[in-house]
């Protein structure tokens, strides 16, 4: 029986991923392995920044070589290409409105309550008569590590499925995901007031929405794709849900809202997918 030359050509993107993030815990030759594999994929950059030693051994600063590579690597996140336009493009807009609000005069290291209802917070008193703070209020985050967390979780999700999932499908999951995590919220809080701010509705919508399409099986047939990537979403997305649950701050109830809306999206697009054989919301 022939033995395949390279194992890790027959994983899944997602394990690919996991590998290539946990696998130095057990071994430094499993990871560098799983990232050639992203590489040939085309998955992430052919070249990736790597630390610049000097005659001692210590880490020099970095070449101009090194910038580059770092900048190639900061591209190949935020440049849309094939199978992955929604994504960076979500992940600009974030970006973008958080430095406009520095450039403005907030504090972004912490942000008073009274500037992010200014910018479009999702404040409970307001959205009765202003009702576009449900849409607004997911592009807005409350720190540079509130931002930090969501774009990464964002990011990964993007490389993993977004090509699979169909770039309408995708950015349809993620704005319908974050107004239903905002009407949760505003529901939640409406009698003792809030003011929630971020993208996590959205990305728990995202969650939702592949969790949806794993168990009905569409655009995911292979059971180890399927079983590889739940294991994946169980790990972040529960995660998540446990350390929100921790937290005095977090919004648990955009959280639930758009994880139980973005299913509902998942499931109404297997639903249509099914009915039309195997036309895709590409």
């Given at each position: 029986m022939a033995v395949s030359p390279n194992p890790f050509s027959e994983k899944t993107d997602a394990e690919l991923l996991f590998l290539a993030q946990h696998g130095a815990r057990y071994s430094a030759a499993v990871a560098n392995a799983a990232v050639r594999e992203l590489q040939r994929r085309g998955l992430i950059p052919a070249e990736l920044p790597q630390p610049v030693t000097g005659p001692t051994?210590?880490?020099?600063?970095?070449?101009?070589?090194?910038?580059?590579?770092?900048g190639q690597v900061v591209r190949s996140m935020l440049w849309p290409r094939p199978g992955y336009v929604v994504t960076p493009l979500l992940l600009l807009t974030n970006l973008l409105v958080f430095l406009l609000m520095g450039l403005s005069g907030?504090?972004?290291?912490?942000?008073?309550?009274?500037?992010?209802?200014?910018?479009?917070?999702?404040?409970?008193?307001?959205?009765?008569?202003?009702?576009?703070?449900?849409?607004?209020?997911?592009?807005?985050?409350?720190?540079p590590a509130h931002l930090l967390l969501n774009l990464s979780a964002l990011l990964l999700l993007g490389i993993l499925a977004e090509a699979k999932v169909g770039r309408w499908l995708w950015v349809l999951a993620y704005v319908v995901s974050g107004i239903g995590g905002s009407v949760a919220s505003w529901w939640w809080h409406l009698a003792r007031g809030g003011n929630s701010v971020g993208a996590s509705g959205a990305i728990f919508g995202l969650y939702g929405l592949l969790l949806a399409l794993l168990l009905t099986r569409t655009y995911f047939r292979s059971r180890q794709e399927r079983a590889?990537?739940?294991g994946l979403l169980l790990y972040f997305a529960l995660g998540s849900l446990v350390s929100g649950l921790e937290g005095p701050t977090t919004d648990?109830?955009?959280?639930?809202?758009?994880?139980?809306?973005?299913f509902i999206v998942g499931l109404l697009a297997a639903l249509t997918t099914s009915r039309k054989g195997s036309t895709s919301f590409k």
């Open positions: 051994g210590s880490i020099a600063e970095p070449s101009s070589s090194g910038w580059r590579r770092l907030v504090d972004l290291w912490a942000p008073s309550s009274a500037a992010l209802v200014a910018w479009g917070s999702n404040y409970s008193p307001l959205i009765s008569t202003q009702p576009w703070r449900l849409f607004t209020s997911m592009f807005l985050h409350g720190g590889s990537i739940i648990n109830a955009a959280h639930f809202g758009g994880l139980l809306t973005g």
